[in-house]
């Protein structure tokens, strides 16, 4: 199982990212696919999650409205657009299989891809 994070980079405060998560190894029917991120000091939080079972999202509450999660079945892979970036979204960006249940609450990410790094200045 590999999971390869892409995307990342410096931009302004109001630009935009799309930070892309190719995986292989198994199938979105195998786990669902979460994005999590870590700022200096603070502790990693999850951003999103998408799973194909029953087509759950989960979005946190500082990003909904500004961040969407999609995914491409046919190239294994999960993107995250973030628009409106704020300099509070400063931080290396993961993206984690997870249980489909994650996305509802449940479980522990399962396999863990390296970082990008989004950097948004003011």
């Known amino acids: 199982v590999q999971l390869q994070a892409s995307g990342g980079g410096l931009v302004q405060a109001g630009g935009s990212l799309r930070l892309s998560c190719a995986a292989s190894?198994?199938?979105?029917?195998?786990?669902?696919i979460g994005w999590f991120r870590q700022a200096p000091g603070k502790e990693r939080e999850g951003v999103s999650c998408?799973?194909?079972?029953?087509?759950?999202?989960y979005y946190l509450n500082s990003v909904k409205g500004r961040f969407t999660i999609s995914s491409d079945n046919a190239k294994n892979t999960i993107y995250l657009q973030m628009n409106s970036l704020k300099p509070d979204d400063t931080a290396v960006y993961y993206c984690?299989?997870?249980?489909?249940?994650?996305?509802?609450?449940?479980?522990?990410?399962?396999?863990w891809g390296q970082g990008t790094q989004v950097t948004v200045s003011s």
């Open positions: 984690a299989a997870v249980p489909h249940s994650y996305c509802s609450g449940y479980g522990y990410p399962t396999f």
């Open positions: 190894g198994f199938t979105f029917d195998d786990y669902a």
């Open positions: 998408t799973s194909n079972s029953g087509g759950t999202i």
